[in-house]
C-alpha cells in the first residue's frame, strides 16, 4: 500500500508566500513523475507543476514565474514553492505520484489567499 501526504496548506494574504509538501511511502515502486494539481470549487482539477525523476520540469501557465517545484529522490517527495500568491490560487493542492505501473493521489491540503 502506498501513502501520498500533503502539508503547508494554509490561509495567506495576497502577494504572501507558501511551501507546500509532498512525501510518499510504503510499497512504491519506480517513480516517474511527482507533481501537483489544483481545483477550486465549481472547476476542473489543473496541473500546477510536475518534475520527472531525472529533474525535468513543468508548469501550468498561470503558475510560471511565481512557483518553484523541486524534489527530493532519496526521500520521495516532492515540493512547491508558491510566491506572490493571488486569490485565484485558491484551491484544494493534490500531489500526484505516478510510477511505472501505478498513479496515486494525496488527499489534498487547501490553500486559501484572502486578506
Known amino acids: 500500500q502506498v501513502q501520498v501526504v500533503e502539508s503547508g496548506g494554509a490561509l495567506v494574504q495576497p502577494g504572501g508566500s507558501l511551501r507546500l509538501s509532498c512525501a510518499a511511502s510504503?510499497?512504491?515502486?519506480?517513480?516517474?513523475?511527482m507533481g501537483w494539481y489544483r481545483q477550486a470549487p465549481g472547476k476542473e482539477r489543473e496541473k500546477v507543476a510536475t518534475?520527472?525523476?531525472?529533474?525535468?520540469?513543468t508548469y501550468g501557465d498561470s503558475v510560471k514565474g511565481r512557483f518553484t517545484i523541486s524534489g527530493d529522490n532519496a526521500k520521495n517527495s516532492v515540493y512547491l514553492q508558491m510566491n506572490s500568491l493571488k486569490p485565484d490560487d485558491t484551491a484544494v493542492y493534490y500531489c500526484?505520484?505516478?510510477?511505472?505501473?501505478?498513479?496515486?493521489w494525496g488527499q489534498g491540503t487547501q490553500v486559501t489567499v484572502s486578506s
Open positions: 510504503g510499497r512504491v515502486r519506480s517513480i516517474v513523475v
Open positions: 518534475i520527472s525523476r531525472s529533474g525535468a520540469i
Open positions: 500526484l505520484v505516478v510510477g511505472t505501473f501505478e498513479t496515486y
